[in-house]
């Protein structure tokens, strides 16, 4: 064989128990498990690995990641590869690259700057899906990626492309349009459709617009994975509304409500703000209700209790009507800032989830331009006491010099909710990590090693055995992989090695992007890309594309 991995503790994703085992690769694919004590000759290979104190588990998959230029501009993305990440779900959140036309590309681009840079670094030599998961396959010579990457269609961009910034219905000229793109772009490969229900222009979508491109998604055996319309005044009848939106036949009693049939993955499934501390119980509920009616529910998490996005973000939905530049105009008209104002402080805004927006839980974690750098890692309302000023004077004024580049972490979070969630039989994990500015969420280089370390090892909240499944095997499952997410014989050699007892991550808030502990060795297709807790020059990932 090429490779033996001799004692592991093959912790195989089903969460069984675990087993000692010899492990051999061939052409990378897991040819032969031999547990310890099986009749037999032991595997042999042209190099054997010493496994013994080491868990092995399936790669992790990450049902969460905003990696979609990242993987093409940085050959070496430790964030993910020295976390045990063999695979990133990008297309997130309703907003990413394709499919556009060159209108809509150089909008969608201004729309993330704050996810993704401005993309200045990157030939944007694709316009479909398709042409996308070319481009990662060749990328860097042809050698690929540093891991592999699944894709969504983003609802927003879509939008976007037929419609545009304009807060209205889609004609039917449009949503055929909109029909179409879905289709292509599944039959190209994307996994499902994604969208961000609190991000224009997505939001503007009503939901029998979402229910017909979602029948899309379902004829071609995707899933819908919806950041919700609300994760804070509203969360519970957000999330209501999106089960009710995909259910495969109409609940009783619903009338016209519209239903789409499609299996449904809640994009990082938080309670967060005042409002909803102590509630996750009743989301559990909503949940168990659904799947026992014969709803297809999935759902990720990240096991931390800040969230993070773009600043611009907060801001009410009829403020970012028009696209990038038309925020920056209304923001620069002093009696349309005052009204954005009130709709955050005082009304509650949809872009904060219906809440009034705190200042002292909002921490700059990036910036675009280089001299507002001093905003970064104070709260705005910190900021705005160093210069004598109110907070939004002060976030106003970093929104426009900053071109709506601004990244933040909103502290709003409850960690009994997380616990709670996260034990859920339909969980698993997700990143949610942003790479971009100068402190960003740790979750983005400590997501899963945080789960193994913290909220497996040190606070049993799930045994490690179930908490690698929840890592692998069901994220897999949600995306139809026939031969990944298990260490079993046939399949991927997408394999992580672990010690269970030092397993942490290193990112903290302080320090984000310090790399975890206690991995030493990553392999995807059987080819080390951590090998002895160093990266590699290794390049084995590639596009995985849905198969129908």
């Not at 310890?36 to 399936?58: F, H, K, Q």
């Not at 990157?122 to 042409?131: A, N, Q, S």
Request: overall charge negative; charged content about 25%.
């Amino acid at each position: 064989m090429d490779l033996v991995i001799r004692d592991a503790g093959v912790i195989d994703g089903t969460g069984a128990p675990s087993y000692r085992a010899d492990v051999g690769i061939v052409e990378g694919r897991i040819a032969e498990i031999h547990p310890e004590g099986t009749p037999g000759p032991r595997p042999t290979a042209t190099r054997t690995l010493d496994a013994t104190g080491l868990a092995l588990s399936p790669g992790f998959i990450d049902m969460h990641a905003h990696s979609d230029l990242a993987l093409l501009r940085d050959p070496d993305h430790s964030a993910k590869a020295a976390q045990g990440v063999t695979l990133e779900v990008l297309g997130q959140d309703g907003l990413s690259y394709a499919p556009v036309d060159d209108r809509t590309l150089t909008e969608v681009r201004k729309a993330i700057t704050g996810w993704n840079g401005d993309g200045s670094d990157i030939d944007f030599d694709w316009r479909t899906v398709g042409e996308y998961l070319d481009r990662l396959d060749r990328n860097f010579g042809g050698q690929g990626i540093a891991v592999n990457a699944a894709y969504l269609i983003p609802q927003g961009t879509v939008r976007m492309y037929a419609v545009g910034w304009d807060d209205r219905p889609a004609t039917e000229t449009e949503l055929t349009r909109m029909k179409e793109l879905v289709a292509q772009g599944m039959t190209e490969g994307a996994v499902g459709m994604s969208s961000g229900l609190t991000y224009t222009p997505g939001m503007y979508a009503k939901n029998a617009e979402l229910a017909e491109l979602c029948r899309v998604v379902a004829e071609h055996g995707g899933y819908y994975c919806p950041h919700h319309r609300s994760y804070g005044a509203g969360a519970l009848a957000a999330y209501e509304e999106m089960v009710q939106l995909t259910l495969p036949r109409a609940p009783k009693g619903a009338g016209e409500a519209p239903y789409a049939g499609c299996p449904l993955h809640l994009a990082h499934a938080t309670m967060n703000f005042g409002v909803n501390k102590g509630r996750a119980p009743e989301l559990i509920a909503l949940l168990d209700r659904a799947i026992a009616s014969g709803a297809d529910i999935s759902l990720d998490t990240y096991p931390y209790t800040p969230g993070s996005t773009t600043l611009v973000a907060m801001l009410p939905s009829w403020a970012s009507e028009g696209g990038p530049e038309s925020v920056l105009t209304r923001l620069a008209d002093d009696g349309t800032a005052e009204r954005i104002r009130h709709h955050m402080e005082v009304l509650g805004s949809d872009g904060c989830h219906g809440v009034p927006i705190e200042w002292d839980t909002i921490e700059i974690s990036g910036v675009s331009v280089p001299e507002l750098a001093g905003h970064v890692g104070r709260t705005v309302a910190e900021s705005a006491r160093m210069r004598g000023e109110e907070p939004w004077v002060t976030a106003r004024r970093l929104l426009v010099d900053d071109r709506l580049g601004t990244t933040i972490l909103q502290h709003v979070g409850h960690e009994e909710n997380v616990r709670q969630i996260m034990r859920h039989r339909v969980h698993t994990g997700g990143s949610d990590g942003i790479l971009q500015g100068d402190k960003p969420h740790p979750r983005a280089y400590g997501t899963f090693p945080q789960y193994l370390g913290r909220y497996a090892r040190e606070l049993g909240i799930l045994s490690l055995e179930e908490c690698v499944a929840h890592l692998t095997s069901r994220p897999a499952a949600r995306l139809c992989l026939p031969d990944r997410g298990y260490v079993r014989e046939g399949y991927r050699a997408d394999l992580v090695l672990f010690d269970p007892e030092t397993v942490a991550a290193g990112s903290t808030f302080e320090e984000p992007r310090t790399l975890p502990v206690g991995i030493p060795h990553v392999l995807i297709d059987g080819r080390f890309v951590i090998e002895d807790g160093r990266r590699t020059s290794v390049l084995a990932g590639r596009a995985v594309r849905s198969t129908p």
